[in-house]
């Protein structure tokens, strides 16, 4: 019998080293490495593969659309680019309490009751945990299958038995493989694991879905490589003192990536939005300064928010600058393009911003209305309600052109906007909506003169704005 060998692995990054290191060299984090036992070398799932595979011709290989699984939810098929893939690996990740075991138990009552088999495998609660929560979520499909397990292997011979057609595993982090002696949620038994399931749902066909805990930092616990042998990454999120959740597909083989759906947390489970740009804005104080609506685009969505800024005079040697909802590092570089090159005097100001609802956003077409909500607040001078700001700010103070903003627009006067300012280069070639007028601006001088009414704008501007048609 081969001896065995271990080797220490951070238990973060996933980072392997022959010896023991108080500090890992990969990620910088001290304390996380753990000694492994390394298991003799086997196939690359564990088992053998059944059938061998041969070399094709590209021309000769039958192209074949992929009749995927729809459920009723719109805001979950949109986020999975159209419905469930057959034979695909996805992974959710999400903060704990989020509501990623609820979204999934919904989305298999759904199947469940269309005539799908779905098995739903939970390794945190019993069986009778999981009915307590699902009375309260009113599942009761009769083909929806429960199992409280955690051995891989148990869990594949129940598989056999019960051939569904989607599998859910809560969580990856407590299956394990029996045959490994390390503990349950260290890299090897997450990366062991994650690869029986993966050639499981390649051969048999089965749509598999792996909830993945994750770090203080945010990101997916277990190696990175988990993300890369998965189809499908999603991310669950949202604030718990919100009742908004946000679906969004940061890795799709099957579809668009950055897609949002977008969530409403209740006694009775989720319920999606089919309009956030309505939920997002019903709040919005009339005639307040420090507020101006963007328009961003999630995926194919266009999605309106309202920005809020607080512009105060500092009690502290440097002024703050804290930011919600967007990159900290992006409203100090818009602030000092409101210092430089528009002439506010914002360097003993605090700057307090906050993107309204609890959604995140790193679009830099948000930077013409971070803007004019900062020029707002600092002036005391509100904006119109019924205008929109749509662009992307340079550091030479220009406004540069943005993409869809035929799409954009066409939200914004949905919801009843009667103007849109927009980068100048982005005028001609379409016609806006009727009702909606549109206003090309170069720079942000020039923005924040003509939304604030401080100034007048120049009569050889006038050539810049769209009548209504």
């Known amino acids: 019998m081969a001896k ?12 392997e080293s022959p010896k023991w290191m108080g500090r890992c060299p990969g990620c910088q984090n001290w304390n996380t490495m753990v000694e ?3 298991r003799p070398a086997r196939t ?3 088992r053998q593969v059944k059938t061998e595979s041969k070399p094709s011709r590209l021309t000769d290989v039958v192209l074949e659309e992929e009749p995927r699984i729809v459920t009723e939810l719109k805001e979950f098929n949109r986020v999975m680019g159209g419905g469930i893939v057959p034979a695909s690996l996805t992974l959710v990740g999400g903060d704990p309490g989020i509501g990623k075991s609820t979204l999934l138990l919904q989305v298999c009552d759904q199947l469940a ?9 939970s390794g945190e609660e019993s069986v009778r945990q999981t009915k307590m929560r699902a009375s309260r979520l009113h599942v009761s499909a009769p083909e929806l299958y429960v199992l409280a397990e955690t051995d891989i292997r148990h869990i594949e011979d129940q598989i056999e038995n019960v051939q569904p057609v989607v599998l859910i595993i809560d969580s990856i982090q407590t299956i394990y493989d029996s045959e490994m002696s390390s503990a349950p949620g260290s890299i090897s038994q997450i990366k062991e694991c ?28 277990g190696p990175r490589t988990l993300e890369h042998m998965v189809d ?14 946000i679906l969004r597909a940061v890795k799709n083989r099957f579809g668009s990536t950055n897609e949002m759906g977008v969530f409403e947390m209740k006694e009775d489970g989720l319920t999606e939005v089919s309009n956030p740009s309505e939920i997002f804005l019903q709040e919005r104080s009339k005639g307040a300064a420090g507020s101006a609506i963007a328009s961003a685009m999630e995926g194919t969505r266009p999605v309106l928010v309202e920005i809020q800024a607080l512009v105060t005079p500092t009690s502290f040697g440097n002024p703050r600058r804290m930011a919600a909802g967007m990159d900290n590092h992006r409203v100090s570089l818009l602030m000092a393009v409101l210092e430089k090159r528009v002439g506010l005097l914002l360097q003993n100001q605090d700057a307090y911003i906050n993107i309204a609802g609890g959604i995140k956003l790193d679009e830099p077409a948000i930077d013409l209305a971070c803007a ?17 700001f749509i662009g992307e700010v340079g550091l030479t103070g220009e406004v540069r052109r943005v993409s869809r903003i035929e799409q954009r627009v066409r939200e914004a006067a949905k919801l009843g906007f009667t103007k849109a300012y927009v980068p100048a280069k982005n005028i001609g070639g379409w016609t806006p909506p009727e009702g909606m007028r549109l206003v090309g601006v170069e720079t942000l001088a020039q923005t924040i003169q003509i939304a604030l009414g401080s100034v007048q704008p120049p009569q050889e501007e006038d050539s810049f704005f769209l009548e209504d048609l």
């Open 4 to 15: 065995s060998k271990t080797i220490f692995i951070c238990q973060e990054c996933g980072y």
């Open 36 to 38: 492994e036992t390394l």
């Open 44 to 46: 690359s799932a564990g």
């Open 113 to 121: 009751s269309g005539g799908v088999r779905v098995l739903y495998i």
């Open 194 to 221: 994650t690869a029986q399931l993966l050639r499981l749902s390649k051969e048999s066909g089965v749509a598999v879905f792996i909830v993945g805990h994750v770090t203080k930092n945010g990101a997916l616990a």
């Open 232 to 245: 499908t990454v999603l991310y669950f999120e949202g604030e718990r003192h919100h009742t908004f959740r």
């Open 372 to 388: 004019l909500s900062i020029a707002s607040s600092f002036n005391n001078q509100p904006t119109p309600i019924t205008d929109v």
